[in-house]
């Protein structure tokens, strides 16, 4: 079968280390499930394995993409829950399993015509959405469902800012948000992309570092350095920020002052556990919401995809096509 493979790691040149190329189908386990995959998305996830970041460099060479929509052997039309743990070994929450790990990390992932899971990952997909909306869904929907709701604790008529809104797992916070009748901010680089905030549901969207007309119970963080001041500035006394990501960059200045003083909570948040995979697919089912795709791409044009990617280009997510 054709996939897309990590095949070396390298911080400054990551898509070198990407082929697209001929590969055996999956082995059968017992207790996995081979998927026809019939669309997968890109996560920043692929360019830190790409980069050598957090992906131990042992496991190279793997097939890429942690998100999968396809077909099983009988004909379900299934989406993924792509973490692989043991829910006992994190006291009843698998993102709390410390040999967790994430489709594509210790076991292949989604480029490719044909994956093998496990049984307990395989889940409906939502009838409304074509395979390639529904292949945004897992890792960028699953996250911000966790981000929001388990550890945010978001509540009709709370106050969200979501930074970096054009993001897979930003544009999937502000309409998971604002269809819980939650009050979103949302802010972004560009006048497009906030367009795009706005049309997702956001109440008002903003540029990156802006004022808000009101302090917030809690923000959605993924940006990292970039955003984190303006993050702690935009909390209300006892609000949360929850962080799941770090795209522009992991150190920046602590305010631990500001913390303290205000009562700050700091929260951070991986994954989900398959019950909020599942929650997370029936809410997107309730309301008819639909992730929002920037293109569409052969497995062959992976490189192009992942090129916008990087240059930061993308509003929504890129999805390949199989
Ligand atoms: N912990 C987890 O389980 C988990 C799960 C998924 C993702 N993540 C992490 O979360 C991060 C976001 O992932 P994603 O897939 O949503 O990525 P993405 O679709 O590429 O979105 C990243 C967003 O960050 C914003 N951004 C990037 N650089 C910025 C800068 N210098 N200043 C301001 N904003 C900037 C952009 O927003 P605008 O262009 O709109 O300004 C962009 O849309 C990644 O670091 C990823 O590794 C973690």
């Known amino acids: 079968m054709r996939a897309a493979v990590a095949i070396a790691q390298n911080l400054q040149d990551p898509l070198s280390c990407l082929q697209v190329k001929d590969v055996p189908d999956p082995d059968q386990q017992l207790g996995w499930t081979t998927v026809q995959v019939k669309a997968s998305s890109l996560n920043m996830h692929d ?23 396809g077909v ?25 399993d410390p040999n ?10 989604g480029f490719a015509e044909y994956i093998s899971v496990p049984a307990r990952c395989v889940l409906d997909k939502p009838a ?29 008529g709370d106050r969200v800012l979501v930074q970096g809104a054009s993001g897979g797992v930003a544009s999937a916070a502000i309409q998971l948000a604002s269809a819980a009748g939650a009050r979103v901010y949302a802010t972004s680089r560009t006048a497009e992309k906030r367009e795009l905030a706005l049309s997702l549901g956001a109440s008002e969207a903003f540029e990156s570092g802006a004022r808000l007309p009101e302090r917030v119970d809690v923000v959605i963080e993924t940006v ?61 089912e309730q ?6 795709i920037d293109r569409v791409l052969p497995l062959e044009q992976i490189h192009e995809g992942f090129a916008a990617m990087e240059k930061g280009e993308s509003a929504g997510k890129i999805v390949i096509k199989l």
């Open 100 to 109: 967790r790990n994430l489709l594509s990390e210790s076991h292949d992932g």
């Open 224 to 284: 990292g350095e970039a955003t984190w001041a303006h993050s702690l500035r935009c909390l209300r006394p006892g609000g949360a920020i929850v962080i799941a990501g770090t795209t522009s960059g992991t150190s920046p200045e602590a305010d631990l002052g500001r913390i303290f003083y205000n009562q700050l909570r700091v929260l951070g948040s991986t994954g989900s556990t398959r019950t909020e995979f599942a929650r997370m697919l029936r809410v997107v």
């Open 72 to 96: 099983t052997e009988d004909g379900r039309e299934v989406v993924v829950y792509p973490v692989i743990a043991d829910p006992d070994a994190g006291f009843g929450d698998e993102t709390l």
């Open 47 to 69: 360019l830190w394995t790409l980069r050598g970041v957090g992906h131990d460099p042992k496991n190279i060479p793997i097939i890429l993409g942690c998100d999968v929509a």
């Open 128 to 156: 409304h959405l074509s395979f390639e909306e529904a292949a945004c869904l897992p890792v960028a929907w699953s996250t911000a469902y966790r981000m929001l709701f388990t550890q945010g604790q978001v509540q009709a």
């Open 287 to 292: 309301m008819k919401l639909r992730p929002t």
